[in-house]
């Protein structure tokens, strides 16, 4: 899968996704990041990307005129993908919309910054650009959103995640509300010991016993997940 990122700060995006599993997966060919300085298209000898928004107000507005022509240069080199404005006004990203992106070819990332971008942006690509918000928070720039994108729709695709990492990945999908709790060694700790039934050997008991924990956690933690009953 292609993800080529159009930001301000291409370092900021770059380091991160070379790390760790992500950065694995762009080794092993699974997974392409192409990070892109949108300033190179800023206007003039001072590669201007922003300006003060019209009506007043604190912050500054990325120009629609600089952000569009940064897109099309990238769907002019590798295609039209799919594109995807991240903004705290968007639609909420969650595990289910992480699945469905995990299914394309090639995504396009914009990241705005400072107060976003320039509303006709988005307007003048209609249908063709979903506005994406990673949570009820107001980050500075969609940098961090965008790498959270990255990794949650990587880890999805055949082959990144090895079996001793993939274990997670039903958690939110299969409506199963939140994880039950995780141990290891040592077997106590502190005073404080593993479940025995843990211990136990016992699959179908280990396996009611994490739904329990799992459904506990959910109803004090996130009761507004929806969590039906397995069986
Ligand atoms: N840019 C600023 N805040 C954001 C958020 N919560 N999600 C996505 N992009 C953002």
């Known amino acids: 899968m292609r993800f080529d990122v159009l930001t301000l700060f291409p370092e900021m995006v770059r380091a991160p996704l070379s790390a760790s599993i992500v950065g ?5 060919g699974a997974v392409t990041v192409d990070v892109h300085d949108v300033r190179e298209h800023g206007i003039g000898r001072h590669r201007t990307v922003d300006d003060t928004p019209y009506g007043g107000g604190s912050g500054m507005v990325m120009r629609c005129d600089v952000v569009a022509n940064a897109l099309r240069a990238v769907q002019a080199a590798h ?18 919309a992480a699945e469905r992106f995990a299914t394309l070819d090639h995504v396009i990332l914009v990241c705005g910054h400072y107060e976003g971008v320039d509303a006709r942006f988005a307007e003048s690509l209609g249908e063709g650009v979903e506005v994406i918000s ?10 961090y959103a965008a790498m959270v994108f990255i990794d949650a729709v ?3 695709l055949p082959g990144v995640l090895g079996n001793a990492e993939s274990s997670r990945v039903e958690s939110f ?7 039950f709790p995780q141990y290891t060694r040592p077997r106590e700790w502190e005073g404080r010991e593993v479940p ?8 179908a008991k280990i396996d009611a016993w994490r739904d329990e924990r799992s459904a506990d956690r959910t109803a004090a933690v996130r009761p507004d997940l929806v969590m039906p009953r397995k069986g």
């Open 154 to 156: 990587s880890r999805l």
């Open 196 to 203: 025995d039934v843990l211990l136990s050997g016992n699959h």
């Open 134 to 143: 990673i949570g009820d928070y107001v980050l500075t720039g969609g940098e």
């Open 24 to 28: 694995r997966a762009q080794a092993a």
């Open 79 to 96: 295609g039209a993908g799919t594109v995807v404005l991240f903004e705290p006004s968007g639609r909420r990203f969650d595990q289910r």
């Open 173 to 179: 999908a299969e409506g199963r509300g939140l994880e």
